[in-house]
């Protein structure tokens, strides 16, 4: 019986440190490759271009920008996004 329960336990522990969510520069890592400093160089270029060929400016239409970014790249998260459109938008 303490191995059913132990089995148990280890199933939802892999099934929720399976869910856990990955960071925004994490993501973009995976995505793009190199190390996050690289991902979010190479990631910002590769936005720009997606957005301006789609006509969307990031200041302007953040929503839809984020919503092309990720329908351009299905593996890029929503904060993998944010990460992007926040480099793309002027500072404060």
């Known amino acids: 019986m303490i191995a059913l329960y132990t089995a148990l336990a280890l199933v939802v522990g892999v099934a929720v440190a399976a869910r856990r969510p990955v960071g925004g520069r994490k ?18 270029r590769w936005a720009a271009d997606v957005l301006a060929a789609e006509r969307i400016s990031a200041s302007e239409q953040p929503l839809a920008a984020l919503r092309e970014l990720r329908r351009a790249n299905r593996a890029l998260s929503l904060t993998g996004a944010k990460v992007l459109l926040d480099q793309l938008l002027p500072p404060h």
Do not use: S
């Open 27 to 44: 993501n973009l890592a995976d995505v793009f490759g190199g190390t996050e400093h690289e991902a979010v160089q190479t990631g910002t």
